[in-house]
């Protein structure tokens, strides 16, 4: 009977001798803090004590695991023959414009496409166009101010006419041109002189119409019709009265 009271003793002795377990943070060894991650630094759980405790790429301060600072951040901190990568120091890509990719050149140790290259102005930026495989600024744009030709007795625009039209609108527009645009319309000879002038004011309304309908203004286009008045080729042939139908731009 007395055997189980020394058994409680000597349970109780080894209690004390060995200590409880330390509540967390407080710590006496890694132990006991592996179950959340950490390691034991000076009696407290920590996220790390030195850089091994952190992954890679991340470095311990404060005990604390935080990204590594970049090792540089311009090329003239790696030296020569060295180029600034990511935040780390690396060799250059090359050192000769052979050692680059058809089209590139070596420019401070970077294989480089030059700057200012273009293969079509959709290359360039707003403002420039290719020339000679290069982005210039573009200078002025000159819209088409070529006359409408017309059909005989006709006052109905071609799709050709219609096709010059659209380019032209697009050009006033994009160079916002200002001031008014006269539309003056012309007849060739045969008919009479009354039917003419109506013909040619016909043909002019037509240009005028189609071109609002492209957006442009209807305030700043003007219509004359002149008949057969004014025509630029004298001739009574069929290729002269083709130059004599028309509608002209004046501004």
Known sequence: MRRIPMLAGLALAMVFMTGCP?????????????????VCVQGQC?????????????????NKCAPKPPECTTDTQCGDGRICEAGACAPAQCKADEQCPS??????????????TCSSSADCGEGQECQAGK?????????NWEP???????ANLTSEAQSRLSELADCIKSTKASGKITLEGHADERGTEEYNLQL???RAA??????????????????VGYGETRPVNQASDEEAWSQNRRVEFRR
């Open 103 to 116: 089209g590139s050149k070596c420019e401070r140790g970077r294989c480089q496409v030059p700057q200012n």
């Open 206 to 223: 037509s240009v005028k119409r189609y071109l609002t309908t492209l957006g442009l203004p209807a305030k700043s286009l003007d219509t």
């Open 135 to 143: 982005c210039v600024t573009a200078g002025p744009k000159e819209c």
């Open 22 to 38: 330390k509540p967390y943070p407080n710590c006496d060894s890694d132990e006991a803090c592996k179950e959340h991650g950490e």
């Open 148 to 154: 409408v030709r017309f059909g005989f007795n006709e």
């Open 46 to 62: 920590q996220e790390c004590a030195t850089d091994a405790n952190c992954k890679e790429g991340f470095t311990c301060q404060g």
């Open 200 to 202: 040619s004011n016909r």
